[in-house]
């Protein structure tokens, strides 16, 4: 089968002919429809992440499919798959077949593609955690987005507004303020200085954007920190800080694995009835090293998606 693997950290991935899986105790053998190419794939294929699988290795932490052998699922089940380490310490899922850990593999609803089950996990758990566990928005209450336009950033601001929140919704240019819901705010960067005061600043970008953006932040108010595709570093004034007593809170989705698992029914039925639209993007299965490059392109939308036998 084919499988696209990383030879060298940072070097573009190539596609190899590898063994197909055997059946084994505690194993689900699926048949990949599609496998999600995002962010932390980025990391764990740049070397620069806490753990990696041995080179070389097979990418990829999340996907959809069918199963066609297991203990725990009917042969054809529609399922998606994350966790137990796939793509971070063992082989992932960028391959046309995979013999994944039972405990990663869940049921899949008929009303979800097989794209967006592959893809909507971490951007919409991200999200949901983010304004429900870590920044406790409230109805009624004013929030700020930055990378408004991202994956998470995009949907943050529909389930804020389905919270009954007033959005405002930090984006680059007009034609990213055009794609916006019609009940969100557009604040261009530029013009951040000047926007309504918030209760709570959801950060995906970091750097300058976040320094410019918690200022807006209103005396009490809390500032949940996602990101840093913007900068990794952030100088802060404590005496306003201090002053101002504004929580800086930061989201960590690898602790909080089981509060985005427990949200995931919801975030299915939002998605499954058109509710929660997440943009997916699908790149042939030796297209791994494209989709890489897209999604670290500026503009790009949503999620980049593989999909084998294209
Ligand atoms: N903490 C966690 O547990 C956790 C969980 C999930 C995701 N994340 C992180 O959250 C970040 C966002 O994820 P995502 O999936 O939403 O990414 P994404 O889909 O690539 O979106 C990134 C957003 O940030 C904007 N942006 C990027 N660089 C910028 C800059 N220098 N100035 C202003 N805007 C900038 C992008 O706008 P343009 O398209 O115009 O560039 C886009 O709107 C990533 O860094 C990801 O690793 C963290």
């Known amino acids: 089968m084919k499988a696209v693997r990383v030879h060298a950290f940072g070097q ?17 053998i699926v048949e990949m429809r599609a496998a999600t190419v995002g962010h932390i794939d980025r990391t764990v294929w740049s070397g620069s992440f806490l753990q990696h699988p041995p080179l070389p290795y097979i990418p990829g932490v999340e996907a959809a499919g069918i199963v066609r052998s297991s203990e725990r699922f009917a042969a054809g089940a529609r399922v998606w798959m994350r966790g137990c380490g796939l793509g971070i310490r063992t082989d992932g899922t960028w391959c046309e077949s ?35 566990d870590v920044g406790r928005l409230q109805p009624g209450e004013r929030l700020l987005v930055t990378g408004a336009s991202g994956a998470v950033g995009s949907i943050t601001v529909q389930l ?44 995906t970008v970091g750097g300058a ?31 306003a800080l201090l002053q101002r007593d504004v929580a800086l809170l930061p989201l960590n989705m690898m602790r909080r694995e089981a509060a985005g698992r427990a949200a995931v029914p919801e975030l299915m039925r939002r998605l499954g009835d058109g509710r929660l639209r997440l943009d997916v993007t699908t790149f042939p299965l030796h297209e791994a090293g494209t989709a890489l490059a897209w999604l670290a392109q500026r503009g790009h939308r949503g999620r980049a998606v593989l999909v084998p036998g294209t």
């Open 98 to 132: 995979i013999a994944a850990p039972d405990e990663a593999v869940e049921k899949l609803p008929d009303a979800m593609s097989m794209e967006l089950g592959s893809a909507f996990f971490s951007p919409c758990t991200s999200a949901w955690v983010a304004l429900h």
């Open 12 to 28: 573009p991935p190539q596609v190899d002919e590898i063994e197909a899986p055997h059946p084994a105790r505690g194993r689900t």
């Open 160 to 203: 804020s507004l389905d919270m009954g929140a007033r959005v405002y919704a930090v984006v680059r240019d007009a034609e990213q303020a055009a794609r916006l819901p019609p009940a969100a705010t557009a604040v261009f960067e530029d013009g951040l200085a000047g926007s309504s005061a918030v209760d709570v600043l959801v950060d």
């Open 209 to 239: 954007l976040l320094a410019a953006a918690l200022p807006r932040v209103a005396p009490g108010g809390r500032a949940v920190l996602v990101g840093y595709t913007g900068g990794h570093a952030l100088s802060l004034d404590l005496p």
